[in-house]
Structures are given as C-alpha cells and as structure tokens.
C-alpha cells in the first residue's frame, strides 16, 4: 500500500535520471530532464514511458505539485497504449503485410528472372530475388527499397511543407531510426531529422510531423505562441497526430 502523497527525501530531484512517482492510487516512473525553458511538460510515449521536462531552477515540491495535477493524465495515457500489442518482428515471407504511405501491402516473395527488384503494384508488394528462401536477402532488398523511397518523399514533403512559411532558409534533412519522437529541429546545423519510420504514415501525417518541427525554428517551445503557429499552417493537426499513432500502433 502506497502512501497518499509523494515522500521528499531531498530538496530537489537528480536531472537525466529515472524517479517513480506515487500519489493515491497512481504510480509511474519517469525520466526527468532540467533544461533552459519556463514552463513544465510531461510526455507519455507509446511505449508508455514517461518523460518531464523542467525549468534548471525548478524545486523538487514544485515539480512534485506538477504530477500530481498530470498524474491522472498520465495514467490514461499509459492505460491508452498499454491497449494496442507491440508489433511483431517480420518475418519477411510471402504473406506478411508491410506499411507504405498510410496502406497496408502483402508482401509476395519471387524467383527473379533477371536483376533482383522489388516492385509495388495492385496491392503487393513484390520482392524478385535470386533467392527467395532466404530471408535477410528479402530483408535487405526491402530495407533499401524502403531507404530510396523514404529519402525521395521526405525531400519531396519538406519543400512542400516549406513554402507555408516565411522562413529564408530551407533545413537540411536527416533521416534516422528513433525511438521516441516523430521527429526534431536542431537549431544548428538548422536540420530537420524525421524517423525513418514515418514512410509508413500517410503524406498529411508525414506533414504534419514536418509542419511541427518547421514550427520550432521560430519557437522552441510548445508554448501558445507554437500552438497557434502549428494552428494557422495546419488547422487539423490533433487529427493528423492522433490518426498517426493510431495507425502506427494498430
């Protein structure tokens, strides 16, 4: 049995570390991280992890309070993800089904004739491979497949996104594997890195996740300035992010 309220062994709580919180009948770990803003955030991640971002002044009973008024949020949100099953690993044979741009494929794994190829027509996506039973030559046929259409609609989606705004300078693009985040903007070198995953959302999710990081070149911050910023570019945006961890998660 927990108690009711949050006990303060110290004065003030260690940064880029775990804590687990306790508060009635709610309980969560969660990373803590201290870092030049004004205000607090909480973040429940897919995976359920939780991570709070702080003020470098802020007091352990200041972000102690904090939780406890996002603690119910937070649960829900656990609860909320702990709902869909993590996916599972591919398997790459014929039958499986593959993402790509917001549609589902079945993959179709073929003796090729001439160079190996991997082909998207009529709802399947076909991999042609000198050897067909083997699996990661399936896999790294699929992975570079993957790689040269990600790269071309990424670059393709971020000039689009760009002209929305006034900004001078377009952002150079990095695409990588993450774990926790859709994206972010990293303010020097001025780049825009995307999760290479995000190939298998639709072309507005895949907007909307630019349009967001376009947004923190102005505005670091997910304050009212940014939230009316991402509204006036892109009205629909808490559909496009819902609809996008729906999908990816189901």
């Excluded at 399947?124 to 259409?149: C, G, H, M, Q």
């Excluded at 790269?151 to 000039?159: D, I, N, S």
């Excluded at 900004?167 to 990293?186: H, Q, T, V």
Aim: glycine fraction near 2%; aromatic fraction near 12%.
């Amino acid at each position: 049995m927990h108690n009711s309220e949050f006990n303060l062994h110290y004065s003030s709580l260690r940064t880029n570390a775990m804590h687990t919180f306790v508060f009635e009948n709610v309980e969560f770990d969660y990373h803590l991280i201290k870092e030049e803003r004004k205000t607090m955030a909480a973040t429940v991640y897919p995976n359920q992890s939780v991570v709070v971002k702080v003020p470098l002044e802020a007091k352990a009973r200041r972000i102690n309070d904090f939780l406890k008024r996002k603690c119910t949020w937070v649960h829900k949100q656990q609860r909320y993800f702990a709902r869909f099953k993590p996916p599972s690993e591919k398997q790459y044979v014929s039958g499986e089904t593959f993402r790509y741009l917001g549609r589902t494929y079945k993959l179709l794994v073929r003796k090729a004739k001439g160079d190996p190829r991997v082909s998207l027509q009529h709802g399947t996506l076909t991999v042609y491979s000198a050897f067909p039973k083997n699996r990661l030559i399936t896999r790294k046929l699929l992975d570079a497949w993957y790689a040269e259409k990600t790269e071309r609609v990424f670059r393709e989606r971020l000039a689009v996104c760009f002209g929305l705004f006034d900004y001078a300078e377009l952002p150079s693009l990095g695409i990588r594997k993450l774990k926790k985040r859709w994206g972010s903007y990293l303010e020097k070198p001025h780049r825009i890195i995307l999760n290479q995953d995000l190939i298998q959302a639709s072309k507005a999710q895949i907007d909307y996740v630019i349009v967001h990081e376009l947004c923190h070149v102005r505005h670091k911050q997910h304050n009212q300035a940014f939230r009316t910023l991402l509204e006036s570019k892109l009205p629909n945006w808490e559909k496009l992010k819902t609809e996008l961890e729906l999908k990816l998660l189901a």
